[in-house]
T-cell receptor
Framework: DTAVSQTPKYLVTQMGNDKSIKCEQNLGHDTMYWYKQDSKKFLKIMFSYNNKELIINETVPNRFSPKSPDKAHLNLHINSLELGDSAVYFC??????????????FGEGSRLTVL | SQQGEEDPQALSIQEGENATMNCSYKTSINNLQWYRQNSGRGLVHLILIRSNEREKHSGRLRVTLDTSKKSSSLLITASRAADTASYFCATDAYDYKLSFGAGTTVTVRA
């Protein structure tokens, strides 16, 4: 069983469209994250949720809206897609609580291409 | 803002040689972690070193941490073709997240 799974793996869409990426973890972790990896491989945190509560919103445009229906799921919805949103988006989870991050378990990534 | 910065950006070595990469960071940390990313895949955790530790080993991996210089190094001994990947350091600065650098791309030639 995949520990952290995200879908879809590839997403190609036009500017202005709205798209969603889903993430699920079966590790029983309390904390989940979305990271964005750009073309230079730089990995930047976007959001963090702890037990369905938003902990981190790292100056991400409000076109990006995370949703956590339960602690095993963290989805990412993006409105009005722009060319600069093209990147690989990684979901991750960790057993960390409070300010302790612990080891992160990553999904395989969702490559978003905006045309 | 970017916390960890890896050096060098890229490294090419012969199979059997050792690979060393460095990471510098800016603020006080709780722990520092190293991850590997194979092409087209997610990141995989390799090793975690706490701020009160100076050296840690895991198989062919050796990590050092110098908190006075705010730097860490990752040594991979007796490299193999399967070690070809990007390696990232990540810092936990008591701020509810891990902050990553841009990584070191390692190519191991057969």
């Amino acid at each position: 069983d995949t520990a952290v799974s995200q879908t879809p793996k590839y997403l190609v869409t036009q500017m202005g469209n709205d798209k969603s990426i889903k993430c699920e973890q079966n590790l029983g972790h309390d904390t989940m994250y979305w990271y964005k990896q750009d073309s230079k491989k730089f990995l930047k945190i976007m959001f963090s949720y702890n037990n369905k509560e938003l902990i981190i919103n790292e100056t991400v445009p409000n076109r990006f809206s995370p949703k956590s229906p339960d602690k095993a799921h963290l989805n990412l919805h993006i409105n009005s897609l722009e060319l600069g949103d093209s990147a690989v988006y990684f979901c991750a989870s960790s057993p960390g609580t409070g300010s302790w991050s612990g080891e992160l378990f990553f999904g395989e990534g969702s490559r978003l291409t905006v045309l | 803002s970017q916390q960890g910065e890896e050096d060098p950006q890229a490294l090419s070595i012969q199979e059997g040689e050792n690979a060393t990469m460095n990471c510098s960071y800016k603020t006080s940390i709780n722990n520092l972690q190293w991850y590997r990313q194979n092409s087209g895949r997610g990141l995989v955790h390799l090793i975690l070193i706490r701020s009160n530790e100076r050296e840690k080993h895991s198989g062919r991996l050796r990590v050092t941490l110098d908190t006075s210089k705010k730097s860490s190094s990752l040594l991979i001994t007796a490299s193999r073709a399967a070690d070809t990947a990007s390696y990232f350091c990540a810092t936990d600065a008591y701020d509810y997240k891990l902050s990553f650098g841009a990584g070191t791309t390692v190519t191991v030639r057969a």
